[in-house]
């Protein structure tokens, strides 16, 4: 029955024509994955059946989760890392939850004016191309932390898929060829016409990649841990890259970095718990807020990218990102009042001015002129084992291919997340957001984010792992998907596909999936006054949901090669 149904669907989809072919990318090709034993769904359908592999073996959730980072870091180069960071949100099947922040950090020689010139004016591509561009990267100590505390199976054995990968090679997907050949000039002028992403723009489905480079690097960390990163040859080649091209990175750098565990930020949103991360990134904070503000508002009545919902996230988007803006930055060198973000009190003030028939200007909430440019590449990763452990892990290099420099002799590229602190107050950064003194550059300073991996329990129980990619979007997306399924009544998978809307304060639009939305409520929305412009995609989402008789359901975004592999 579910073959014949999934069969209608594809002929739906491709008989659609060719000037209809974005539209196709949300018709729900994709069926739920159920399954009792385990769901691990993630960017790239080799990094899941990694993931699946490892609970089949008997390891847990957080096993899972090592073996996916590096497998990703193998097989989706332009997100999946080891010379990124991000930051990890699990719960226990006892019910104790935690969050683990990689987050790269800024290097210690960095200064607050780093990226403007004499006239105090931000150089454009500085803060996101190149060496200078990098932060002190995360992951691979964030994944020797992750398993020394969660972990159940050696080390050695869930590194051990990615180091096959890299050696052995794996075959690219049509829209991995298509992203490399769309960055084949950053390539040439970060590195140079050998460095091995480079071949003129002619990847191609199906192709082998073999990184016997990244091979090597990853044996190092399988049999030295940090230090097979951090110091001796792989950390040469990667000091080699950033002192070639004025970089400022040091072994001192490399010496001092170290994740962080921190206690989540939690909070209700009706029978619903949400535990989220907390600074530096501003995701949990900003999606608690949202979710609180809309128990205010009875979505389910107005039903699904209605013109009231989509109004009222709207208003609330707008009065959440300027808060963001303004108060957020890094908790271990600024002061964020995040009991004040979240008092019952200063939310139901903070959204008292929002009505139901009118747009509010974002001018008037405070000034400031930006634009968006288009960029969605981080990856998340959601899993939940047999016993019910679960994590969700954002991870980025932040930029697509990262600052684009790879590092030739270790076979990986580094991160541009320098580019994620406020260069200079009230001048956006690649995602149009805006920040002011609490993002500053300080050395050693995590930059703000917005990833936010998320675990929501009901009644006690746990509920849903959720988390996505995409810049300022990650934080609207899942709260979407959370209200997809809270207020809808979708499944995981619809929930995921469900086209998505964004509005973060400045520019004062809505974003919007092409094709996403119904004509008339786009009418409607421009006839209140909305601007709106549309994209190719709003997050890029891959979650788990438990039904109430215990069964595990994957969602795996269609926007992408995401694949939900379930544990018989
Ligand atoms: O941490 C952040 O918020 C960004 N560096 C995330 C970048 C991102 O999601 C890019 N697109 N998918």
């Avoid at 739906?12 to 739920?32: D, F, G, L, P, R």
């Avoid at 003030?349 to 009118?358: A, C, G, H, M, T």
């Avoid at 990650?474 to 964004?502: F, P, R």
Wanted: glycine share 10%.
């Amino acid at each position: 029955m579910k073959k014949v149904g999934f069969l209608i669907l594809i002929l739906i989809a491709v008989s659609c024509t060719s000037s209809k072919k974005e539209q196709a990318n949300h018709i729900n090709v994709k069926q739920a994955v159920e399954a009792k034993k385990g769901m691990v769904a993630t960017a790239h359908p080799l990094a899941s059946e990694v993931g699946a592999q490892i609970l089949r073996d008997g390891g847990n959730a957080f096993d899972a989760a090592v073996g996916i980072q590096f497998a990703l870091a193998v097989v989706y180069p332009r997100a999946g890392n080891i010379a990124g960071g991000g930051f990890a949100v699990y719960r226990k099947t006892n019910g104790e939850s935690g969050s683990l922040d990689f987050r790269e950090k800024a290097p210690l020689a960095a200064t607050y004016n780093m990226y403007l010139d004499e006239n105090q004016n931000v150089i454009p591509k500085l803060s996101s191309f190149g060496v200078l561009s990098t932060g002190v990267p995360g992951s691979v100590d964030g994944m020797i932390e992750l398993h020394k505390k969660l972990g159940s199976l050696p080390f050695e054995k869930l590194i051990q898929p990615a180091i096959d990968l890299a050696e052995n090679g794996f075959a690219l997907t049509e829209n991995e060829a298509k992203k490399l050949n769309d960055y084949q000039k950053d390539f040439l002028k970060a590195n140079d016409s050998s460095t091995y992403f480079f071949n003129d723009g002619k990847w191609q489905t199906g192709e082998k990649i073999i990184l016997p480079e990244l091979a090597q690097t990853l044996k190092l960390i399988r049999d030295q841990g940090r230090n097979g990163f951090y110091t001796g040859e792989t950390a040469q080649a990667m000091l080699g890259e950033i002192h070639s091209n004025n970089g400022i990175i040091t072994q001192a750098d490399f010496d001092a970095y170290q994740s962080v565990w921190r206690k989540p930020i939690e909070g209700k949103y009706k029978q619903y718990n949400i535990i989220s991360m907390p600074p530096p990134s501003s995701g949990g904070i900003a999606l608690l807020q949202l979710l609180k503000g809309s128990e205010q508002f009875e979505f389910s009545k107005f039903g699904h990218n209605s013109l009231e919902s989509i109004h009222l996230m709207t208003e609330l988007e707008r009065r959440v990102y300027a808060d963001r803006a303004t108060y957020l930055g890094d908790s271990d060198f600024y002061d964020v009042p995040v009991d004040m973000l979240l008092d019952s009190a200063y939310l139901s003030n903070r959204f008292s001015d929002i009505l139901l028939d009118k747009k509010t200007d974002s001018k008037d909430i405070k000034e400031g002129n930006v634009d968006i440019i288009e960029s969605i590449e981080t990856t998340h990763f959601s899993i939940v084992d047999k016993n019910q452990n679960a994590i969700g892990i954002t991870t980025t290099l932040n930029g697509n291919f990262g600052s684009k420099v790879f590092v030739e002799n270790a076979g990986f590229f580094l991160n541009n997340e320098m580019d994620d602190f406020s260069a200079k107050p009230g001048i956006p950064n690649q995602f149009g957001l805006v920040g002011a003194e609490a993002n500053a550059i300080v050395p050693e300073k995590r930059m703000l984010s917005s990833m936010t991996p998320t675990i929501l329990e009901k009644d006690g129980n746990l509920f849903m792992v959720v988390g996505s990619p995409g810049g300022a979007t990650i934080i609207t997306a899942v709260y979407q998907n959370i209200l997809n399924v809270v207020e809808y009544g979708m499944d995981m998978q619809q929930a995921v596909n469900a086209s998505k809307t964004h509005h973060q304060w400045l520019p004062d639009l809505i974003l919007y999936e092409k094709y996403g939305l119904d004509s008339l409520v786009l009418n409607q929305l421009q006839e209140m006054g909305h601007k709106m412009e549309p994209r190719s995609a709003i997050g890029k989402m891959d979650a788990v949901l438990v039904l109430p008789n215990g069964t595990l359901q994957g969602g795996a975004d269609t926007r992408g090669d995401d694949t939900a592999v379930g544990v018989h």
